[in-house]
């Protein structure tokens, strides 16, 4: 089984590919599986859980959705369990974070992995997408990464192969907790009327559900955001903003996402 949340396609895309190469189905972690997750079983074999990193840690809705899954009928099964992490640049400390999420539900956390993919954060001052030869570069590089993480998966392995970058504890352990409770709020976000054609692309990428098109067709965003910016990215008129802060700011979308 393969657990995927993905914002903007980088990590769906790795999870398909590992899917393709381990032989296991992939369930996204969405709004609708969230519903019923306590009902759905984590089994006895392998379980991959693949996902963006956002601030150095977990999205708070993987989070979330890891403390529900299986919880009629996980426990006691400690299976084989690894993550495979998507990220920009590095993930700080946050395979230690998964694998005190996965021990504290009694499974047996294998090895953890981290992808670099193109970037998605736009929000902070100084960040930006990257070029477009840099995300070539990267998707690129990323196919070759996906199969030796496979291969790694495959033989059973047990040590942590990931890029935790300069400071990876201030990181982790100042910076994330500070984005979680300051930085995820879906309040900023908005449309420009004038330039929203109402196609309803933004309600479609949220994975939370969280994106109704209301009033002209015109979208709403309600409060469960877990600030993925997929509903920003894949705007085709980029007239989602989050407030002033994406002014000026690229976009990207995974392709054959
Ligand atoms: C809110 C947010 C925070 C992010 N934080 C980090 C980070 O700490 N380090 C990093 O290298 N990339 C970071 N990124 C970039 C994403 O992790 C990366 O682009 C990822 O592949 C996106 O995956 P997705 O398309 O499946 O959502 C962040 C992106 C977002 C939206």
């Known amino acids: 089984m393969i657990f995927c949340f993905s914002g903007t396609g980088n990590s769906r895309r790795v999870a398909e590919r590992l899917s393709r190469l381990l032989g296991e189905e992939v369930t996204e972690m969405n709004r609708t599986t ?18 963006p990193v956002h601030s150095w840690g977990l999205p708070d809705f993987v989070v979330r959705f890891m ?42 956390p294998m090895a953890a992995y981290s992808v670099q993919m193109p970037n998605t954060y736009v929000v902070f001052p100084g960040f930006d997408v990257d070029s477009q030869e840099t995300a070539r570069r990267k998707l690129d590089a990323s196919e070759d990464r996906v199969v030796s993480v496979a291969s790694m998966i495959m ?34 976000f908005r449309v420009d ?12 990428a949220c994975p939370l559900g969280n994106v109704r098109l209301g009033a002209g067709r015109l979208p709403a965003w309600g409060a469960d955001c ?32």
């Open 226 to 257: 877990t600030m993925c910016l997929g509903c920003y990215h894949v705007c085709p008129r980029h007239a989602v903003e989050y407030g002033r802060r994406t002014r000026g700011k690229g976009q990207y979308y995974c392709p054959n996402s």
């Open 193 to 204: 009327a004038g330039r929203c054609i109402g196609c309803g692309r933004c309600e479609n």
């Open 67 to 108: 403390r529900r899954v299986g919880g009629g009928c996980g426990a006691g099964v400690a299976g084989r369990h690894y993550m495979v992490c998507t990220c920009g640049d590095d993930i700080g400390l946050a395979h230690r974070q998964w694998r005190r999420l996965v021990a504290d539900r009694g499974w047996r």
């Open 34 to 51: 969230y519903e019923v997750a306590a009902s759905v079983p984590v089994a006895d074999g392998l379980t991959v859980w693949v996902f």
């Open 155 to 188: 033989s059973g392995a047990t040590a942590d192969d990931v890029e935790e970058g300069a400071l990876p504890w201030i990181k982790s352990h100042l910076v994330y907790p500070y984005f979680m409770k300051r930085m995820i709020s879906p309040e900023p």
